[in-house]
């Protein structure tokens, strides 16, 4: 079952009010064209309330800005957030995004352990458990545990494998990070393999 919301549903109500009188009065009847032409001014006044309020709405979510890219965050968006010894680190733009979306601090991420870098033409920040790279050809992207362990060996961004182009994948015999220049596997009880394409 579709379902309409409230303010849909009285606007379309009243509509149908509207429509129930046309039919049923006369055309020798001068008060039914009064109450016609009251029921449509409601109905006007009714749309234009709906209107108003959802412009309303928008504008509280959306800062007055009700264009698409408004909901992204914007590149030198910033926030303060956990480090080390209880000190604050700021994050910005992609990597921030991408700390939220994972959970932030409650996430396997962690506190951050430094600030946000610049590596060539992407950034990166270190968090206990991780590091999210980001660059403006490869997006946000987490790298952690053994993969990150060989990933750092390699140089890291700034190194032959480049900056990751997603974050870990599950693999049947454990997990697989991919990078702009290469690959980096990960196996139970196995060494982590690089391969350079």
């Known amino acids: 079952m579709k379902r309409i919301p409230r303010r849909r549903a009285a606007l379309v109500a009243a509509a149908a009010a509207v429509g129930l009188v046309v039919v049923g009065c ?10 016609v032409g009251s029921a449509t001014s409601a ?9 108003s309020q959802a412009q309303s709405a928008v504008e509280s979510i959306t ?3 009700d264009s ?10 910033s926030s303060a957030v956990p480090g080390p010894d209880g000190e ?3 994050l910005s733009g992609p990597i921030l995004q991408k700390y939220n979306e994972v959970g932030g601090m409650s996430s396997p991420l962690g506190a951050a352990t430094g ?15 991780g590091i999210i790279a980001w660059s403006p ?22 190194g032959d494998l480049g900056f990751p182009i997603s974050d870990e994948e599950q693999t049947p015999d454990g997990a697989r990070s991919n990078f702009q220049f290469g690959y980096i596997t990960w196996a139970p009880g196995a060494q982590t393999e690089v391969v350079l394409e």
């Open 137 to 158: 050809d490869t997006d946000a992207h987490i790298v952690w545990g053994e993969i990150r362990t060989a990933w750092e060996a390699e140089g890291g961004a700034g």
């Open 115 to 129: 600030q946000q870098e610049d590596v060539g033409d992407g950034q990166v920040a270190e968090f206990d458990g």
């Open 88 to 90: 604050e680190v700021d």
């Open 63 to 65: 800062g007055g800005n």
């Open 26 to 35: 006369g055309d020798n009847d001068n008060s039914a064209g009064d109450v």
């Open 43 to 51: 109905v006007q006044s009714a749309a234009e309330s709906v209107g």
């Open 68 to 77: 698409p890219e408004a909901s992204e965050p914007a590149v030198d968006q």
